[in-house]
């Protein structure tokens, strides 16, 4: 069964910084990763996605994560975060046969 | 973008009733799912649905728990009888070809079992 870890329940980041969010999945086949962002009281909205090919992705609004298979990683990051970004950040793994499972997400918060 | 509603957006029910929790997915998708959120943390995966057949569940869908869509209505999931850790708020999603693919998400329905 596939499982992700988000290890970082909270990070807080100074406005123009730049921006890592940590995700490591569980897998033993090929996994199909995605990022998803939740802002309040709203539904998930995809970011990015990894199936195959190029091990590093980019995003919606400047975001890209990078698939690293010896590691069992794919981290997000951002160059230069806007404080718009502030929201709940999920990452989550699936196969062809599986839904989604999400991490614990990690809430950002930008600070001006 | 490609929308998926959910109806209503709030109920608030007595425990032990039935209650159940309207999705209309995105027009042309095949797949829906169901997700459980508790106090805005982790996204729990409910059950998936396809071709009129529960595709995959987990743990967390009870035998209290139904999942349908008569005639491609709404796709619904019932809880008969609810119970107080049924609080939560309850995610319908779909997507075209299956998990391998976007999934869209609704905003919601938070559900109060009191």
């Known amino acids: 069964a596939q499982s992700v870890t988000q290890p970082d329940a909270r990070v807080t980041v100074s406005e123009g910084a730049s921006l890592q969010l940590r995700c490591k999945y569980s897998y033993s086949g090929t996994p199909y990763l995605f990022w998803y962002v939740q802002y309040p009281r709203q539904g998930l909205q995809l970011l990015l996605k990894?199936?195959?090919?190029?091990?590093v992705v980019q995003g919606v609004n400047g975001f890209e994560a990078e698939f690293i298979k010896s590691n069992s990683s794919f981290h997000l990051r951002k160059a230069s975060v806007h404080w718009s970004d502030s929201a709940v950040y999920f990452c989550?793994?699936?196969?062809?046969?599986?839904?989604?499972?999400f991490g614990a997400g990690t809430k950002l918060s930008v600070k001006p | 973008g490609p929308k998926v509603l959910q109806i209503p957006s709030h109920q608030i029910i007595d425990m032990g009733q039935m209650v159940t929790l309207n999705c209309d997915p995105v027009s042309n998708h095949l797949y829906f799912y169901w997700y459980k959120q508790i106090l805005g943390q982790q996204m729990e995966f409910l059950v998936n649905f396809y071709n009129g057949k529960v595709m995959e569940k987990s743990k967390l869908f009870k035998d209290q728990f139904s999942v349908e869509r008569p005639d491609g209505s709404y796709f619904t999931l019932k809880i008969q009888p609810t119970a107080l850790e049924d609080s939560a708020v309850y995610f319908c999603a779909s997507s075209s070809q299956g998990s391998n693919t976007e999934v869209f998400f609704g905003k919601g329905t938070r559900l109060t079992v009191v």
């Open positions: 990894y199936y195959s090919g190029d091990p």
């Open positions: 989550a793994v699936s196969n062809n046969n599986n839904a989604p499972r």
